[in-house]
Structures are given as C-alpha cells and as structure tokens.
Nanobody
Framework: VQLVESGGALAQPGGSLRLSCAAS????????MAWARQAPGKGLEWVSG????????YYADSVKGRFTISRDNAKNTLYLQMNSLKPEDTATYYC???????????????????WGQGTQVTVSS
C-alpha cells in the first residue's frame, strides 16, 4: 500500500489549493479515505472523510463550507479542494485509508490503517 500526497504549497489568506493523494498497491475503489492535518506543536486533526463510492462525506467544523473532499476511482486518486484558506489551515496534510468501504468514527485514528508521508500547506501573506 502506498499513499503519496502532493499539492501542498504556500498560499495567501483567502486563496485556494487542491491536494491530491495518489494511491497504489490496493483496490482504491473499495476503501474509504480521509484527510487529516497536523499543525506545528499541535495534535492531529481529522479534516474530512469519504466513502469508497463517494456517496457520503464528512467534514470537521473548522473546514466545513470551505473544503471539499472528492475522489476519482478510475485514477486511484483522492482530492481535497481547499478554498478561503486561513492562516490556521497551515499544517502538514495527510491522506489515510480506512479499513473498508465505509467509515465508522471517521474522525478517530482507529478508523485508518495506512497513511501517506504528508504535504505541507502554509497560509501566510
């Protein structure tokens, strides 16, 4: 199993970024996926999750209405569209694989078995 995040960059407040997570080594279309982030000196925060078929999504209150999770099962890729970025969105963003096609307790570490290495997002003027 390999998960490789990309798309992190320096962005201005109010700007947008799209993160990607390229998956390989497993049947991507049969697993729920999620994004989490960790800011410097802080704990892990679960940002968003999505069912294997995209039929259900979850968001942290801190990003609801600004971030959109999606997936392209034909391309084995997970996305996170981030709009209206704030300085507090600065963090390393990770994608993670769920244990099955759906997620229980999506915002907890126990729901996931594989993680990527992360991509850095910095929001600053």
């Amino acid at each position: 199993v390999q998960l490789v995040e990309s798309g992190g960059a320096l962005a201005q407040p109010g700007g947008s970024l799209r993160l990607s997570c390229a998956a390989s080594g497993f049947t991507f279309s049969t697993y729920a996926m999620a994004w989490a982030r960790q800011a410097p000196g802080k704990g892990l925060e679960w940002v968003s999750g999505i069912y294997s078929d995209g039929s259900d999504t979850y968001y942290a209150d801190s990003v609801k209405g600004r971030f959109t999770i999606s997936r392209d099962n034909a391309k084995n890729t997970l996305y996170l569209q981030m709009n209206s970025l704030k300085p507090e969105d600065t963090a390393t963003y990770y994608c993670a694989r769920g244990f099955s096609e759906k997620i229980q307790y999506w915002d907890t570490d126990i729901a996931y078995d594989y993680w990527g290495q992360g991509t850095q997002v910095t929001v600053s003027s």
